[in-house]
């Protein structure tokens, strides 16, 4: 559940909302699903980080 909020979140530009998610969906014993969590955990930071970057590099660099 944790995980389709993350998504659903990710493709709306919700990228704090999905981080979120996708950290809380990383406690399933399923190893599948924790590698489709990390995967998009690092594209939803990548993203974070985008959004930040010329504003405030040091915000950038902290997240």
Not at 34 to 39: A, F, L, S, T
């Amino acid at each position: 559940m944790a995980f389709n909020h993350g998504e659903a979140a990710y493709k709306s530009g919700g990228f704090d909302q999905a981080a979120e998610s996708f950290t809380k969906a990383m406690k399933s014993d399923d190893l599948t699903l924790q590698q489709d969590n990390y995967y998009n955990l690092g594209n939803t930071q990548y993203r974070l980080g985008q959004k930040t970057e010329t504003a405030n590099a040091q915000e950038t660099i902290k997240t």
